[in-house]
């Protein structure tokens, strides 16, 4: 099955930092889907986006559905010791209704 | 409101025993899907529900059977572990095809 191509794979950051991370595809999605999972937790909906080049914002979060429909990023502005965990893209390809999760993304900020 | 909740949150199984996790939801949600989380894979759907009575394949479905015999709960049983199945497992339910899934905090196995 596919899987979305996320990147980094880990961030070492500090605190105040910005950070970014995306997830590509070699296919066509409809939907893009933005998860923070935190350690013994299951993953959480932050974003969702489902217009090509549309830009949502959750607080200190703005994500982006890429004009190809192939990418979507995820920016955090002004990183706080709160926003570690691990971060996943996942996407609706079309004509599929099953979601196809990113390998993740693992945020860690530095004292 | 609990949400989606699992059971058992941690199992140990020796390799060939059999067990069952279970998945409960109280959102109404049509829409039912268990996943298995692996080092560096990210998810992978086992077997997805769209509804009562109905069950269907997801992307890793061999060595797992699922049932929802009642809207709220959906099943996931392993008939003989196997090593490579040692895994955290989630559930997730959703309103429909497209609306957001929500997760349950899943269940750890380790088979031996």
């Known amino acids: 099955g596919q899987q979305l191509n996320q990147s980094p794979q880990s961030m070492f950051i500090q605190e105040g930092e910005d950070v970014s991370m995306n997830c590509t595809s070699s296919s066509i999605f409809n939907t893009w889907l933005w998860y923070k999972q935190d350690p013994g937790e299951g993953p959480v909906l932050l974003i969702a986006?489902?217009?090509?080049?549309e830009l949502t914002s959750n607080g200190r979060l703005t994500a982006q559905f890429g004009i190809t429909r192939k990418d979507s990023f995820l920016n955090i502005s002004a990183s706080i010791p709160s926003d570690v965990g691990i971060y996943f893209c996942?996407?609706?390809?079309?004509?599929?209704?099953?979601?196809?999760f990113g390998t993740g993304t693992r945020l860690t900020i530095i004292p | 409101n609990a949400g989606v909740t699992q059971t058992p949150k941690f199992r140990v199984l020796k390799t060939g025993q059999s067990m069952t996790l279970l998945c409960a939801q109280d959102m109404n949600h049509e829409y039912m899907y268990w996943y298995r989380q692996d080092p560096g894979m990210g998810l992978r759907l086992i077997h997805y529900?769209?509804?009562?009575?109905?069950?269907a394949k997801g992307e890793v479905p061999d060595g797992y059977n699922v049932s929802r015999l009642k809207k709220q709960n959906f099943l996931l049983g392993l008939e003989s572990a196997a090593p490579s199945q040692t895994s955290v497992y989630f559930c997730?339910?959703?309103?429909?095809?497209?609306?957001?899934?929500?997760f349950g905090p899943g269940t750890r196995l380790l088979v031996l």
């Open positions: 996942a996407g609706q390809p079309a004509g599929n209704e099953k979601l196809t």
């Open positions: 529900s769209v509804g009562e009575g109905t069950t």
């Open positions: 997730a339910s959703s309103w429909g095809q497209r609306e957001t899934q929500y």
């Open positions: 986006l489902y217009k090509a080049g």
